[in-house]
C-alpha cells in the first residue's frame, strides 16, 4: 500500500533512534538523550512533591506538569510500540507490549494521569519513581543491565555455592557467639537469631557498632568473623566481575558487527 511504502522509512529512522540495539553512534540517540532529560525532570518532581514545605500552594502546578510528563510519556510509548517490530528479536508488538520496560512504561503513564486527576496519595507519588527504572531503558544502559543478566545466569552454579557457604559461616558465626556471649550480653547474644544480627553486620563489613563482643574469646572470634567476611564477599565479587566482563565483550562484538548487517540488509 502507498500509505505503507510512505511510513515505513519514517517508522525505521525512528526505530534507530529510540532503541538502542539499532543505533550505530556512539553513547544515547538525540531522542533517547531528550528523553532521558525528561525523566529526570520527572524524577526530580517526583522527590520534590514528598516535601510538604513545598507542595503546599503548588499542587496545581505539580498537576499541570505531571499532566505534560504523561502526554510526553505517552507519545513515546506509542512511539516505541509503532517502531518495536524493525528490532529482528521482537515478533510482534504484543510482545513488545507485554515485556517488562513496556509494563513500566504503561504504569509511569497511569500513574502520572492519575495524579492529575487528584488521585495522588503518598503511595502513589513514590510509585513516580519507577521512572529510575525507564532510565535504565535508554541508550547503552539497557545492554548493560542485559549484560549483569546474562553474567548472573551463566554464573548461576557458582553463586549458588558461594551463597550457601555463605550462609554456612553466618550460622556458625552466630552460633559461636551466642555460645560465648549469651550468658553475658543476653540482649544482645541471649539465643542464635539475636546473634544472626551481629553476624550479619559482620561478615558484611558494615559494623554498626550497635552490638559487639565483650569477652577476649568473643572479640578473637570476632576478628576471625570479620576477615572471613571479606573473602566471603570477594568470592561473588570476582565470580560476577569475570562473568560481566565476558558478558560485555560479547556485546560490544554483537554490536560491532550490526551495522554491516544493516547494510547488507539495505
Known sequence: MPETRLLHPLRSRLAHQLDPVLYSGRGMSPLNIAIALV??????LAVIQTEPNIRQGHEHWFRYTELALGSLFLLEYLARLWTC???DSIKSRWQHFFSFFAMADLLAIV?????YMGNGGVILRLVLLIRVIRLARLG????ALECIAVAIRSRTYELLVSGIFGVIVLLFAATCLYLVEGD???EAFGSIPRATWWAVATLTTVGYGDVY???LLGRILAGITAVTGICMIAVPTGILASAFSDAIKEAKEKHRRLPKVLDREI
Open 39 to 44: 525523566i529526570i525532570l520527572g524524577i526530580l
Open 85 to 87: 517490530i524493525e528490532n
Open 111 to 115: 500513574v502520572a494521569f492519575s495524579l
Open 140 to 143: 547503552r544502559f539497557s545492554t
Open 184 to 186: 553475658i550480653q543476653p
Open 213 to 215: 563482643p565483650i569477652t
